[in-house]
């Protein structure tokens, strides 16, 4: 479900038309719907309302303060991986005691910055993490809690680059050793373990690998029990698949059908941390038709936007759906066989590869759907280009979220050394 669709051959976002979003405020243009963003965070929260989880969306896929906001009004936690993200849970109002932290290489800093904001637990990944933040927690005269993040060596059947729960993975504990860390609890005492972790992978679109990943923790938790080693959280993490092509994942309330059961049996306080879910198709990526460039063996679409603005296509070959904002609705205009490429100096530079895409002429603009999840977050300034502006629409209304850069933003942190000054 989302808020863009075709009326009268123009693209909509919302109530607006998105041609004159482009034309306002220039492309390549981010464009979010507030009503898809928060109407995702309600269906998963209606969906598991069984086991009234605490959502934390997980910043890593829109990092946007203004979407955290908008998230964190509706009542949503955040699921946070280094010491910017704290920051920007901070910056949107997120209480500490809705914050959960992973990530397998956490410094000193970022642990004490966690420590002095009381977030709700850390997901530990290692033995090492867990004893320095146990001499962290100490040294600040400090009590924390954790949560230890189990590998629970399941296959999730995505990406690879996106698979983090085979033992292969730098991710999480083997159940063998979190059993022994969790024997040890005792000998930490600035740390309270009080759950189990779990994020299996991304993008994924059946309920399968999460209900093995439960089901192994499950009777870990039970074999835990016998030891007299009693938990309070869960914490399922994200991962849940969203439509990109012809994927046909499970909706939240056919994923909670499948899970719910086995959360409830568990006793245990839920936690879930989807990022693509709620933001990936709640944006789009708008940009303007530069050339048509025909070759001797294809046709290229060259466009405005780029691998720095979004890498998904270049690094895991990923599929974006890309229509013009003028024309047919899907599907029913002329269409040609092209590549659709940015302006970078890369053969990787592409947002399609040998596709069947709707005719554009130069000038005309395109959208990319789905850009919402790890499209702006992973952007980058190569090729000294500067990042996208952001806009959310509400309704009628547009509001700009975070500004085109400029060239000082782009140099701001460049210094020149005295020796090199002069004109000699
Ligand atoms: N929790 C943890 C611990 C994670 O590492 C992640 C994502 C999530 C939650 C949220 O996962 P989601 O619900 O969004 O699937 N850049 C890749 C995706 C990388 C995901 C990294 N971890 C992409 O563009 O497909």
């Not at 320095?132 to 059947?157: L, T």
């Not at 991710?171 to 063998?176: A, Q, V």
Request: proline content about 3%; overall charge positive.
């Amino acid at each position: 479900m989302h808020e863009f669709k075709y009326k009268d051959n123009q693209l909509y976002c919302e109530g607006l038309k998105v041609e004159n979003l482009a034309q306002t405020f220039g492309t390549p243009l981010y464009v979010y719907s507030y009503e898809t963003l928060t109407g995702h965070y309600l269906r998963l929260k209606e969906a598991f309302q069984g086991v009234n989880p605490l959502i934390c969306y997980s910043v890593k896929a829109n990092s946007n303060l203004a979407l955290l906001k908008a998230l964190v009004k509706l009542g949503a936690g955040l699921d946070i991986v280094s010491g910017g993200e704290l920051e920007r849970a901070h910056r949107a109002g997120c209480p500490s005691r809705k914050i959960v932290y992973a990530s397998v290489g956490k410094t000193d800093q970022e642990i004490s910055a966690a420590l002095t904001s009381g977030i709700l637990f850390f997901n530990v990944e290692s033995l090492a993490e867990l004893a320095n933040i146990n001499r962290i927690a100490g040294s600040k005269g400090v009590n924390c809690r954790v949560a230890i993040r189990i590998n629970p060596d399941v296959e999730a059947k995505t990406h690879k680059f996106i698979t983090t729960g085979k033992i292969t993975n730098k991710f999480g504990i083997d159940l063998n050793r979190a059993y022994q860390i969790l024997l040890l609890r005792k000998k930490f005492e600035n740390v309270s373990i009080c759950g189990l972790h779990i994020h299996i992978g991304s993008q994924i679109t059946t309920a399968e690998p999460f209900v093995g990943a439960i089901k192994k923790v499950t009777s870990f938790i039970n074999k835990l029990k016998l030891k007299g080693i009693i938990l309070e959280y869960l914490n399922i993490g994200g991962g849940l698949g969203i439509i990109y092509d012809r994927e046909t994942p499970q909706t939240a309330s056919k994923y909670a059908q499948k899970i719910l059961p086995l959360l409830r049996a568990t006793g245990l306080k839920i936690i879930m941390e989807p990022g693509r879910f709620i933001a990936g198709n709640s944006g789009i990526l708008v940009a303007k038709v530069l050339y048509i460039k025909p070759t001797p063996k294809k046709k290229f679409i060259i466009v405005d936007a780029g691998m720095n603005d979004l890498v998904r296509p270049a690094l895991y070959g990923a599929y974006h759906q890309i229509l013009p904002l003028k024309g047919k609705a899907r599907g029913k205009g002329k269409e040609e066989l092209a590549d659709v490429v940015g302006p970078i100096c890369e053969s990787g530079d592409f947002l399609a590869k040998h596709r069947l895409v709707a005719k554009v002429k130069e000038g005309e603009y395109i959208a990319v759907f789905g850009a919402g999840a790890y499209g702006f977050s992973m952007s980058s300034n190569y090729n000294s280009r500067m990042r996208a502006a952001e806009v959310l629409v509400h309704k009628n209304k547009v509001f700009i979220i975070r500004k085109r850069e400029t060239f000082s933003d782009l140099i701001r942190n460049e210094v020149i050394p005295d020796f090199l000054k002069g004109k000699k």
